[in-house]
């Protein structure tokens, strides 16, 4: 718990002994009132496990135990968090020296880490997520949490029951509806498996389980809609599809409720096209997995009304969730911005002399995955699909690499080409059919490994894009303001976030340097080249943040 800040609920923490008792509000006054006149009970006192016992007894134990907690806390942060360190060196100094000088060294750990650029980008982050539980200041509705009451979603696969999940967990009368019987079941199931591992790790009471449960109300029609505040479509991404669902929604929903799309790869106002009542359509594009993602892109069309987009923001705060307002095009925010990043895996395979070195300086850099893995995660032809999108809307520097063209290739016409890497831990590498096609590609294209390809270029050629992309999005109004941005990226896509987000590592790099940078680039590889933002700011010397920044740059 130290190392890690795990956050505990009240079940968690009275089974791990730290608190005497756990107790719903009604019963508070009455327990108040008793250990008022006894006293608190007596904590009956657990017998530790036998590896404390030994470490508490032998002082070249916890030495031990302490040297590895410091290899795990590196393997897991790459240095790039300095705290869990400074406790392990605390915990040395109390072992070696006594309580007084380890509480002396913690002291002066606090006092340093205080200072520190990363506890000042995190402490920015930790800022701008309360900030964004306001709703926008342009809104003339004000967003009330309390009045979503009745839900439903449209879709019971992964990401619809997962929706459906967490509307119920917050006591939101939610219908699931599919297809079939058959759909909706497996939704269900779905949504039983979550819950009752939530029980067994003591997330939830089992009563908690049959409350959530009986929120829940499958279907595979549209009756019982006209009294709901807002409907969520998870359905397949094809367009005509979401277009007939949508005229079905518009005709079985009330006047007043809010019909949401939570695509990915369209644009929401090609689905309202043709829509009755285009004002009360908005996107609401959740994170996989949603019960774990906690970033919901918001999206506003120039038909959307203030009173949809209010809906659609209170029921994100009643979520719990972090909801940023954006604009509507191929990708909105954050997956507009993380396709050049992915895109440019594909290049950088071509050249690398070793693949895994992409994933090692992504990870290094302070990423949670690397892009490899996070390819595989969602899956190539998924990947593939939003490539497609994203090519149509923004040109030829959107265009897919010719790795991604070639895998498309081997998946239509044997079934393989589904993923880049195969394996674990030492054991890991690339998978044949990716493997062959880059050395394919190697032989016929223009460019073949490349030794000049440092882990700095690699960040340079990986992170740099995302950042011109970004310009661009504020350029266009995408985004309202950088500070959106960041806290969109780290939390949509895990990046680094004791760099603040991809905007405040441009400032700590220099705008100047980046934009130099992706010039250079350009002169070989015309994607990189920088938009007209970009420039600007590079001659006039600004930064996308009105802070002085120092934060870690590499």
């Not at 997520?129 to 003339?140: I, Y």
């Not at 005709?251 to 689905?271: H, K, P, Q, Y």
């Amino acid at each position: 718990m130290m190392l890690t800040g795990k956050m505990l609920n009240g079940f968690q923490a009275r089974s791990k002994g730290l608190v005497h008792d756990v107790l719903p509000t009604e019963g508070l006054d009455n327990a108040g009132k008793q250990v008022l006149k006894s006293g608190l009970p007596k904590m009956s006192p657990r017998k530790p496990p036998l590896w404390k016992r030994i470490a508490n007894n032998f002082g070249l134990a916890k030495k031990y135990i302490l040297k590895k907690a410091e290899e795990q806390v590196l393997r897991q942060t790459r240095g790039n968090y300095p705290a869990p360190l400074r406790i392990i060196e605390s915990l040395r100094a109390q072992i070696s020296s006594g309580p007084d000088r380890g509480f002396d060294v913690e002291a002066e750990a606090i006092g340093q880490l205080g200072q520190s650029p990363v506890t000042r980008e995190l402490m920015r982050l930790f800022f701008l997520s309360e900030a964004a539980k306001k709703p926008p200041e342009d809104l003339s509705v004000k967003p009330d949490p309390a009045a979503v009451t009745d839900a439903a979603v449209i879709g019971a696969g992964a990401m619809g029951a997962g929706i459906a999940l967490l509307l119920a967990r917050k006591d939101v009368w939610t219908r699931l509806k599919d297809i079939n019987s058959k759909m909706v079941s497996a939704g269900l199931q779905t949504v039983h498996e979550l819950v009752n591992k939530d029980v067994a790790r003591k997330r939830i009471t089992p009563l908690q389980r049959t409350r959530i449960l009986d929120h829940l109300r499958p279907t595979t029609d549209y009756s019982g809609l006209k009294r709901t505040d807002i409907v969520i479509e998870a359905i397949i991404e094809e367009l005509d599809i979401k277009r007939k669902v949508f005229h079905d929604l518009a005709e079985a929903t009330g006047s007043d409720t809010v019909l949401a799309t939570n695509t990915s790869s369209l644009t929401v106002s090609d689905i309202a096209e043709g829509i009755p009542r285009p004002q009360r359509i908005v996107g609401l594009h959740f994170f996989n997995p949603p019960q774990q993602m906690k970033l919901v892109e918001i999206i506003r069309t120039p038909h959307t009304s203030d009173a949809a987009i209010a809906t659609a923001f209170a029921t994100v705060q009643k979520l719990g969730k972090t909801g940023i307002v954006v604009g509507d095009c191929a990708g909105f925010l954050v997956n507009r911005i993380l396709a050049p990043y992915m895109n440019e895996v594909g290049y950088l395979l071509q050249e690398v002399s070793d693949p895994l070195e992409i994933d090692k300086a992504a990870t290094e850099f302070g990423m949670v995955m690397g892009p490899i893995k996070m390819a595989d995660l969602v899956g190539l032809d998924i990947a593939a699909h939003v490539a497609e999108n994203m090519h149509a809307a923004y040109g030829d520097r959107m265009k897919p690499a010719p790795l991604w063209i070639k895998l498309g290739e081997i998946r239509a016409k044997s079934g393989g080409g589904k993923r880049l890497i195969q394996g674990t831990g030492k054991k890991k590498q690339i998978a044949p059919d990716a493997k062959q096609a880059i050395e394919d590609l190697r032989r016929t294209g223009p460019s073949g490994i490349s030794t000049s390809l440092s882990r700095e270029v690699i960040i340079q050629r990986l992170i740099y894009p995302m950042i011109n992309e970004a310009a661009r999005c504020l350029e266009e109004g995408v985004a309202s303001k950088p500070e959106d941005i960041d806290l969109a990226m780290v939390l949509g896509t895990g990046f680094a976030p004791f760099r603040g987000g991809p905007l405040r590592y441009a400032d700590a790099v220099g705008i100047k340097q980046v934009c130099d940078t992706l010039d250079k680039f350009a002169e070989k590889m015309v994607r990189m080249t920088p938009c007209a933002k970009l420039r600007e700011m590079a001659k006039g010397d600004e930064t996308f943040s009105e802070e002085k920044v120092s934060a870690p740059a590499a």
